[in-house]
């Protein structure tokens, strides 16, 4: 796992396929902005895909005619968009540049928004509770490899001396293995309260989507 995977954004990328602005991604830009506010378009580029299909028209012209719904989406976000071309035959210098002008744009909204990341009341606290649940987990396995012990301590003090050090030779790798991979099992127990957060401020707003006739 990363290991900056509970870092905040810099940045929100939405994707949508060019001339095709569907019932379900206008539902999904409706949920964003009732999940995360206003304030997460500051932090939103759109990227359109399949810019082939613009054939000899440019991307500004194809913007110009837009309909009300993307329009207004797009000047929520202050225009930030780019398109990438998604055919099999693009060549790889055109790959190339297609994403260092998503970068270009990326930086430069950074830079207006002075480095900020997006911030939101779901994530308040999170390196906090992230060294809690640290701290919580190394107490429990250190408990966890207490108890064992002296349970082979026990069960061993009339056998051989190598199978009790055979014993606690395995109980000792696996207690070093849990210590090694502590700081991603707090990640991964975080990242699902986090998870859960948004799955229950979605279900929360069921009943405002309305599902069109």
């Known amino acids: 796992m990363c290991p900056h995977i509970l870092s905040r954004p810099h940045a929100i990328v939405f994707i ?3 001339g095709r602005h569907t019932w379900e991604e206008q539902q999904t830009v409706a949920l964003v902005n009732a999940l995360f506010g206003e304030a997460a378009m ?5 990227l359109f895909t399949r810019k082939e299909e613009l054939e000899d028209q440019s991307l500004s012209n194809f913007l110009e005619g837009l309909d009300g719904n993307l329009r207004s989406l797009l000047q929520e976000c202050g225009d930030r968009c780019c398109a990438f071309n998604n055919s099999k035959n693009t060549e790889q210098a055109e790959k190339e540049a297609q994403v260092q002008e998503l970068v270009e744009l990326i930086d430069k909204m950074v830079q207006n928004n002075q480095g900020a990341y997006f ?9 906090q509770k992230l ?4 701290e919580y987990l190394m107490k429990n396995y250190a408990d966890t490899f207490n108890m064992q012990i002296e349970q082979v301590e026990v ?3 009339h056998k051989p001396p190598e199978e009790k050090m055979k014993k606690i030779k395995s109980i000792t790798d696996k207690y070093n293995e ?3 991979n502590v700081r991603e099992e707090a990640e991964k ?3 699902q309260d986090v998870f859960d957060k ?3 401020a979605f279900k929360n707003m069921a009943n405002v989507v309305e599902v069109p006739s």
Do not use: G, T, V
């Open 16 to 18: 949508l396929q060019l």
């Open 42 to 46: 500051k932090y939103m580029i759109i």
């Open 119 to 127: 911030s939101d009341p779901i994530y308040k606290d999170i390196d």
């Open 131 to 134: 060294r809690q649940q640290e």
């Open 155 to 157: 069960e061993c003090a």
């Open 178 to 180: 849990q210590m090694k």
């Open 189 to 191: 127990s975080i990242l």
């Open 198 to 200: 948004i799955k229950h």
